[in-house]
């Protein structure tokens, strides 16, 4: 089992950041590839960004637009997701998945676990 731990998110202004953070814990060695989804009120859930803990592959979201950057520092089990000019739009809860295949996939299926989410808020 691998636990995850989500921090860092709040109430923003439009152009603001805030950074993510994703606790691991238990058998990391399940989390070979990390993903951040979010899911806004009524709207399903999608990918935002994900990477494998080698840091080979990585996958952003089209609507980043480079706004938002994955990393992982693998001494502490922790990834992060940057945020930078964050919008109203990107108002959601936002996840940390966990799978244990080392291959990256971004269908959210795909990830053996998950974190309790951490809401951003983003003001205009």
């Not at 439009?14 to 070979?32: F, I, K, Q, V, Y």
């Not at 919008?87 to 990256?104: F, I, M, N, T």
Request: glycine share 10%; hydrophobic share 35%; aromatic share 10%.
């Amino acid at each position: 089992q691998v636990q995850l731990v989500e921090s860092g998110g709040g109430l923003v202004q439009a152009g603001g950041s805030l950074r993510l953070s994703c606790a691991a814990s238990g058998r990391t060695s399940s989390s070979a590839a990390m993903g951040w989804f979010r899911q806004a009120p009524g709207k399903e859930r999608e990918a935002v960004a994900a990477m494998t803990r080698s840091g080979d592959s990585i996958w952003y979201a089209s609507f980043v637009k480079r706004r938002f950057t994955i990393s992982v520092d693998n001494a502490r089990n922790t990834v992060y997701l940057q945020m930078n000019n964050l919008q109203p739009e990107d108002k959601a809860v936002y996840y940390c998945a966990a799978r244990g295949s080392s291959s990256l996939n971004i269908l959210a299926t795909y990830y053996d676990y998950w974190g309790q989410g951490t809401q951003v808020t983003v003001s205009s």
